[in-house]
T-cell receptor, first 116, second 115 residues
Framework: QQQVKQSPQSLIVQKGGISIINCAYE??????FPWYQQFPGKGPALLIA?????SEKKEGRFTISFNKSAKQFSLHIMDSQPGDSATYFC???????????????FGQGTILTVHP | GAVVSQHPSWVICKSGTSVKIECRSL??????MFWYRQFPKQSLMLMAT?????????EQGVEKDKFLINHASLTLSTLTVTSAHPEDSSFYIC???????????FGQGTRLTVV
């Protein structure tokens, strides 16, 4: 099964708060887990990604937590800002030789709204 | 960073006509390009994977005769929607990757409206 399940569908956070988005996957062959940010009418942009050999990765205000045994991973956005308001997608991929990790299975997306 | 450019950004075409969308990697050689489709308020769904110089691999349920993909060079892939119908109206997004990089870089997307 190739599904990646994402929750919540939408999230409203006050400025300065923490935004948390969760994803769960089924295929244990997945070994690359990126998060993307997408603004309306634009293509997705990579925020941060993690491999299963680490449990956490932090880049600025963005942190991925990864639980291999539970097959779950989450995105934490610290000190959320109105400019973070966008749709966020988790994704998963597995190395397939010549295709690198570009063949992605996306979660359903989370619409984040950060109120000033 | 690596830049992937799509053209056009938006296109309106009449039902029954064909439309071509270009995806270019501007500053790197893309051995593999991917085409996704995204309906309003939905996720991205992979349509096909193309490797330079070879035939594209289509995902289950995607009509290869309707969505023609050509990856003739290491910097250009094209998606042609043939005999377009209103239900083909969608946001089409390409991405490109090169070995040994792990990341695929996305284009800005093309909004197709079939009237």
């Amino acid at each position: 099964q190739q599904q990646v399940k994402q929750s919540p569908q939408s999230l409203i956070v006050q400025k300065g708060g923490i935004s948390i988005i969760n994803c769960a996957y089924e295929n244990t062959a997945f070994d690359y887990f990126p998060w993307y940010q997408q603004f309306p009418g634009k293509g997705p942009a990579l925020l941060i990604a993690i491999r299963p050999d680490v449990s956490e990765k932090k880049e600025g205000r963005f942190t991925i937590s990864f639980n291999k045994s539970a097959k779950q991973f989450s995105l934490h956005i610290m000190d959320s800002q109105p400019g973070d308001s966008a749709t966020y997608f988790c994704a998963a991929s597995k190395y397939a030789g010549g295709t690198s990790y570009g063949k992605l299975t996306f979660g359903q997306g989370t619409i984040l709204t950060v109120h000033p | 960073g690596a830049v992937v450019s799509q053209h056009p950004s938006w296109v309106i075409c009449k039902s029954g006509t064909s439309v071509k969308i270009e995806c270019r990697s501007l500053d790197f050689q893309a051995t593999t390009m991917f085409w996704y489709r995204q309906f309003p308020k939905q996720s991205l769904m992979l349509m096909a994977t193309s490797n330079e110089g070879s035939k594209a691999t289509y995902e289950q349920g995607v009509e290869k005769d309707k969505f023609l993909i050509n990856h003739a060079s290491l910097t250009l892939s094209t998606l042609t929607v043939t005999s377009a119908h209103p239900e083909d109206s969608s946001f089409y997004i390409c991405s490109a990757s090169s070995i040994p990089n792990t990341e695929a870089f996305f284009g800005q997307g093309t909004r197709l409206t079939v009237v």
